[in-house]
Structure formats: C-alpha cells, structure tokens
C-alpha cells in the first residue's frame, strides 16, 4: 500500500502514561485486523487480534479499538513501559485468510 | 515446536548481481510463507506470499522472483540487483486459512552498491 513508502510517525510518551497508537485501513473485506510489534533490527512480532465483527478485545495491558464505520484502528497500551518502545503496524488478513497485509507504522519511543 | 530459518542475515551485493535468499520453516506443514521487504523507517511490503508448493503470489512487479521447491522452503531471488533493491528483507510463515498469527524470520539486511 501507499504507506509502505512513507516515512514512520513518531509517538513519543512518558514511562506510566497509557499510549494510542492509530490506523486507518481502506479495505473493508479483511476478516481480521492485527497489531504487530517490530523491535529493532528484528521480526515483527504478534500482539493481538481482533475479528471484524467485533468493536473492541483487550489483552493484557493492551485493548485494540475497531470503528469500522470510519475504518479506523486503534492500539491502546496501559502504563507504557521502555521495553514498549518499538514499532507498531497493523495489518489485515484477505484473500480467505491466506495474505497478510500491512498498514502504516508508528514509532513508539517511550521517556523514563 | 515450530522454528523458522532466514539467511544470510547481512548480504553485499553489486548491481547487476544475482541473489538468492532461504527461508526454511520447521515443525510444521504446509504453511502459508511470505516474503517482506522493509526499507530503512519505513513500512513493510508484500512482495510475494505461497499458500503451497509452486504457487506463488506476486503483489508487486519488480525484479525479483520467487519459488517454492519444497513444502517448507521458500526463495526469493533476482537475476540482476538494482540499487534499490536495497533493504530489510523478511521472511515468514502462517497456519494459513485465516491463523492471524505470522512469526517472521531474523530477516536479511541487503545492500546492492
């Protein structure tokens, strides 16, 4: 998508304070909306997921919002921590659940 | 328990060199396998994805090219690099049919000078 080759926005957050991080996606045929953690130099990890059917899941320290009426995403972390800091994507399964598809980034940089 | 194997990790290559890049998953079977590639700061994008042997889905036209030879192998390869060939390249596996969960490879830093 365009996103790939933007430059990644910058969220930078004091230690203990609740995070958002945000996303918009445009295709509304996606089963499953995701959140991935991407620490440097690494891998993108899985965070949590949420059907599209569904408006809100929580995990553990973490609660992902889907508003699908204005096809927004939105990651929410509790007492932000240092080891948070990373990058966050969110991505979306289509094709009968066999692509997985990334959206926008952000860089999360937590203050101590 | 699963595992998946990318290498090289780091790769200098000239323009107009070949490459080939391995991704082996093991510990499960017929995965659904992709290859990202990730500019420096920047998003990553979808080059190719398999949900079997020889069946191959390309996202983006470009010059790369990949294969799948074996259930859990997975290659991406370009007969000659361009500069902007440049990147993070990562490779991953998924159970497929909707499994949100992807686990990415330690990913192979290219650089084509």
């Known amino acids: 998508g365009e996103s790939v080759g933007l430059h990644l926005p910058t969220l930078s957050v004091q230690e203990g304070d609740n995070s958002i991080i945000n996303c918009a996606y445009s295709?509304?045929?996606?089963?499953?909306f995701i959140w991935y953690k991407q620490e440097s130099g690494k891998g993108p990890q899985f965070i949590i997921d949420i059907r599209s059917n569904m408006d809100k899941r929580q995990g553990q320290r973490v609660t992902v919002l889907l508003n699908k009426t204005v096809k927004h995403l939105s990651l929410q972390i509790a007492a932000t921590q240092p080891g948070d800091s990373a990058v966050y994507f969110c991505?979306?399964?289509?094709?009968?659940?066999?692509?997985?598809?990334f959206g926008g980034g952000t860089r999360l940089m937590v203050k101590p | 328990s699963q595992t998946i194997h990318q290498w090289p990790a780091t790769l200098v290559q000239p323009v107009g060199s070949p490459l080939s890049l391995e991704c082996t998953v093991e510990g499960t079977s017929n995965p659904n396998l992709y290859w990202y590639r990730q500019a420096a700061g920047r998003g990553l994008q979808l080059l190719f994805y398999s949900v079997g042997i020889g069946q191959i889905s390309s996202e983006v036209p470009q010059n790369l090219s990949a294969s799948r030879p074996q259930d859990r192998q997975f290659i991406l390869s370009s007969k000659k690099l361009l500069l902007s060939d440049s990147g993070f390249y990562l490779c991953a596996w998924s159970a497929g049919q909707g499994v949100r969960e992807a686990f990415f490879g330690q990913g192979t830093r290219l650089t084509v000078v």
């Open positions: 991505a979306e399964i289509l094709n009968a659940g066999n692509m997985l598809t």
């Open positions: 295709n509304s045929a996606s089963d499953y």
